[in-house]
């Protein structure tokens, strides 16, 4: 009878844990889809021949910090599909319709580690080489890793106080 309760527990465990991901997941995606000012932000990748205003600025791991030090939401399945790292200098055209169009035009000199993917606080973690590095969970989604998991991450080589990494692969 005692591995009734132990089962329960751990379907309990697994479900707790899938529902934290699902709602940083929703977390995620509402940051993705608003800006700084709440309004609804309408990001556009792949279009070279817009018009609009330009700005320049530092990818911090999760969104795009401007010259003015305001922050400008990245897209999480396009930093997470281009793997960016804390940074890479990325150029940001805010189109006539309101459009964001991201290009990266400046990566940084990047080495790669291997780690084990955690998860604590409701956020992903690499644990590599002594250190965590914070992933985003649009790369825990699309590599389908899992807790436990042996990941390739990508870090910046010359910044020893990076906190964020990009997903290479899954092993």
């Known amino acids: 009878m005692s591995e009734l309760p ?3 527990v751990k379907r309990l465990k697994s479900l707790i844990q ?3 991901t699902n709602l940083a997941a ?11 000012d709440g309004q609804i932000v309408t990001p556009v990748n792949s279009r070279e021949d817009v018009t609009g205003k330009i700005i320049e600025g530092v990818f911090d791991g999760q969104t795009m910090v401007g010259p003015d030090g305001k922050n400008y939401p ?7 599909k281009s793997k960016l790292v804390e ?6 055209t ?10 990266q035009i400046g990566p940084v000199s990047r080495k790669q580690i291997i780690g084990t993917l955690v998860q604590h606080d409701g956020a ?3 644990e590599a080489q002594g250190k965590e590095y914070r992933i985003l969970l649009a790369s825990v989604t699309y590599f389908r890793i899992n807790v436990g998991d042996q990941v390739t991450i990508i870090v910046p080589e010359d910044d020893p106080d990076a906190s964020w990494a990009a997903v290479e692969a899954a092993l």
């Open 94 to 103: 805010i189109a006539s319709d309101g459009g964001f169009i991201y290009k």
């Open 6 to 8: 132990e089962k329960q």
């Open 18 to 20: 899938e529902a934290e």
């Open 124 to 126: 992903y973690y690499v």
């Open 87 to 92: 940074g890479d200098i990325l150029k940001l």
């Open 26 to 36: 929703a977390k995620e995606l509402l940051m993705s889809i608003l800006g700084d």
């Open 74 to 80: 990245v897209p999480a399945n396009y930093a997470s």
